[in-house]
């Protein structure tokens, strides 16, 4: 039987960051004042791995581990050299992020891309947050094209007000941005190909103009994407979101009740939004996410109640 896998955080400064990782979730984040926009959670690329802490793998990369024992964590068949197909992350997004879409899968390969379909997850937002996601009703590629030339860009697109537990799903393709003032759990697949199709007029923390992929972004778009609804915060379970790539529940548990995952079933992602889990040696705290293998059975319990979004049907 194998343990939950927990993870040492990536952390990653952007221009539109800040620190409230640290507030919101108890972090200690890099010394300084350098604004945090991201905290990778749990991911497996060249270019970042996460660490196991804790148990038999303590300090290892999750690469070494999946090699290591692949149907253990992954299931029967699973590829030893087979990348895990999510990325998790939280997002400090204290300022907007620029405009921007990922390439989906039928362009994807012609632009040298990956496809990236995402869900966000708003754990805090401030007074007045919103989001942008798709189009507004009516918008054309011709007319956002002569938008973007005017700078008039915020007439195109569908931008709506959110709280606390609404959630998302953004599907490759989908224009967005993330407005200020929200924290997020961003569940994702394994990609790291974002275009960045206008930047409201910002500098990177460079001090110059960070890069646009006008063309790229023009063949991403899905132009018939209007006016996308989110899930809006409600209590109880739920499914926050279906797609191929991976479904996404909200599991909410009363004062005592328990968490039962049987070995054998699927690899799931734990991610504690509200309240504690025990059970499985250190207690899993807001903010936490964790990953039970294949070949492991748990029963967690909420000793005051809590709120775990479930990653599921990665596997596929």
């Known amino acids: 039987m194998l343990p939950l896998l927990r993870f040492a955080p990536l952390y990653q400064e952007r221009v ?20 945090i926009g991201e905290s990778w959670e749990l991911v497996d690329r060249p270019e970042a791995q996460s660490r196991i802490v804790g148990g ?79 189009l507004r009703r009516g918008v054309t590629r011709e007319a956002f094209a002569a938008a973007l030339a005017a700078g008039t860009l915020e007439e195109c697109v569908h931008r709506f007000p959110v709280a606390a537990g609404d959630s998302i799903l ?11 003032g929200n924290l997020i759990l ?15 007029g910002r500098v990177g923390l460079d001090g110059r103009p960070r890069q ?24 109880g379970w739920a499914v926050l979101a279906e797609a191929p790539e991976f479904r996404l529940r909200r599991v909410a548990l009363a004062p005592g009740e328990r968490l039962t995952l049987a070995a054998g079933e699927q690899p799931r992602i734990l991610s504690v939004v509200a309240g504690r889990l025990e059970g499985a040696g250190e207690p899993l705290r807001r903010g936490d996410n964790v990953l039970a293998p294949y070949a492991g059975a748990f029963v967690l319990t909420a000793p005051e109640g809590a709120t775990v979004l479930v990653t599921e049907n990665f596997t596929g």
């Open 16 to 35: 539109w960051g800040g620190r409230a990782l640290a507030s919101a979730l108890g972090r200690e984040l890099p010394p300084g004042e350098r604004p």
């Open 56 to 134: 038999p793998w303590d300090g290892q990369a999750l690469r070494a581990v999946l090699a290591a024992d692949p149907a253990g964590v992954m299931g029967p068949g699973w590829a030893a050299a087979r990348p895990f197909p999510i990325l998790v992350k939280w997002l400090d997004c204290r300022e907007r992020l620029s405009l921007q879409v990922h390439p989906p899968a039928a362009v994807a390969g012609e632009l040298r891309g990956e496809p990236k379909t995402e869900n966000w997850y708003l754990a805090e937002c401030q007074p007045g947050a919103h989001l942008i996601v798709g």
């Open 170 to 180: 953004v599907r490759s393709g989908q224009l967005h941005a993330i407005d200020g």
């Open 186 to 200: 961003e569940i994702q697949q394994n990609s790291d190909t974002t275009y960045r199709v206008y930047d409201w």
């Open 212 to 235: 646009l992929h006008v063309e790229e972004s023009l063949r991403s778009i899905l132009w018939d994407d209007v006016e996308p609804r989110p899930v809006r915060a409600a209590p």
